[in-house]
Each structure stands twice: as C-alpha cells, then as structure tokens.
Nanobody, 121 residues
Framework: QVQLVESGGGLVQPGGSLRLSCAAS????????ISWLRQAPGKEREGVSC????????YYADSVKGRFTVSRDNAKNTVYLQMNSLKPEDTAVYYC??????????????WGQGTQVTVSS
C-alpha cells in the first residue's frame, strides 16, 4: 500500500521545538521532491518547505526561514522537518506531500494524513 505517514506533532510552548517525520511506504522517496505544507483553522493551506529529490536543495517560506530545517534520509525513506523557535502562528495541521517533479511545481502524487502542531503556553 502506497502511503505517507507524518508523525511528531504535538503541543509545545512558544520558543520550543518539534521534529516532524514523513515516512513513505510502498514507494521510494528518492525520486520525489517532498514538500511540507500546513493549514491553520480558517486559513488556506500554505507551503512551508520543500527538499528536492536530486540535489537535496531546500526551500522555505519566509515565515519559517531560519527556524525550520528540512532534511531527508533516503536510506530510511523518510523526510524530516525540524522546527525550532516555534511561535503561536505556527499552529496548524502539517502535511507532507510527494512531488514527482521539482519544488517549483506544485504537483503532488501522494499526501500524508497530517499531524497537528499546537504552539501555546
């Protein structure tokens, strides 16, 4: 069965950190760019970060630049999103998605089910 499964979400205080994981099964992540997107209540889904398949180039939204780091471990078929210095405005459901092209094209073959991140004191 082909699927992406996110994990690592939770409740954290402002300034805290979380690491999200996106694990693939049924297919190999090596050939896909992997994007992280998020959707907060009442807001549109927005792209947060992306890591390319080949060069491992990374991209970040301005709102998370310098605080979030995306990485991939192809041996584990997993992509990670390290989130530091979290802010209440980072609260959202976070999704990973597999893109068969590159980070510039918003084309996704597979989506994860999402993991809730809540930043609150």
């Amino acid at each position: 069965q082909v699927q992406l499964v996110e994990s690592g979400g939770g409740l954290v205080q402002p300034g805290g950190s979380l690491r999200l994981s996106c694990a693939a099964s049924g297919f190999t992540l090596d050939y896909y760019a992997i994007s992280w997107l998020r959707q907060a209540p009442g807001k549109e889904r927005e792209g947060v970060s992306c890591i390319s398949s080949s060069s491992g180039s990374t991209y970040y939204a301005d709102s998370v630049k310098g605080r979030f780091t995306v990485s991939r471990d192809n041996a584990k078929n997993t992509v990670y999103l390290q989130m530091n210095s979290l802010k209440p405005e980072d609260t959202a459901v976070y999704y990973c998605a597999a893109n068969p092209t590159d980070c510039e094209k918003k084309v996704y073959d597979y989506w994860g089910q999402g993991t809730q991140v809540t930043v609150s004191s």
